[in-house]
């Protein structure tokens, strides 16, 4: 890959995934706490187990490509207990990633970067599989809400209980 095409894929991806985030954000907002341990199946995550995984692995990814390297992904935080808690955790660390996903050189966007020896593709192409994940993620947790007492919130559009809305013309 060329350095200008790594900016461009750069550049496209992080708009992509600025949008993304706050979606992602939504449906993590939706679990209620008072049921945050449901899961449809023995086998699955817990809703709390779910978000958490979705909320660290954004940064995750973030945090590997800027560093040029995947490591193994931290521990949850002893402060993160509740949703809000990933919340406000996800929304610290967050911005800062991103931040240093824009201020990284085309060249080093399009160097490869080695993941778990599975793939070996370059820096700049993991935002599209870090964004293919969370989608992956979210419309698990997304399915989860309604049978813990929760709504579902707006995805691309609006859900039975958040119904789109045009925007109003000026």
């Avoid at 931040?99 to 399009?110: G, H, R, T, V, Y």
Wanted: one cysteine or more.
């Amino acid at each position: 890959m060329q350095p200008e095409h790594a900016t461009i894929l750069r550049n496209f991806c992080i708009s992509t995934m600025e949008g993304e985030t706050k979606i992602t954000r939504k449906v993590i907002a939706a679990i209620p706490e008072s049921n945050r341990e449901y899961k449809p199946d023995r086998n699955a995550r817990s809703a709390f187990d779910l978000a958490w995984h979705l909320a660290h692995s954004d940064i995750f990814f973030l945090e590997g490509i800027a560093n040029g390297q995947f490591a193994m992904g931290d521990k949850k935080p002893d402060e993160v207990k509740t949703i809000a808690d990933i919340l406000t955790w996800y929304d610290n660390k967050l911005p800062e990633s991103i931040a240093k996903i824009k201020e990284m050189p085309a060249e080093k966007l399009a160097q490869n970067l080695n993941f778990y020896d599975v793939f070996n593709q370059p820096a700049v192409t993991y935002l599209m599989f870090q964004n293919n994940h969370a989608i992956h993620h979210r419309g698990q947790l997304a399915t989860y809400l309604r049978p813990m007492g929760s709504k579902c919130p707006g995805i691309y559009g609006g859900s039975f209980d958040e119904p789109f809305q045009a925007a109003a013309k000026a």
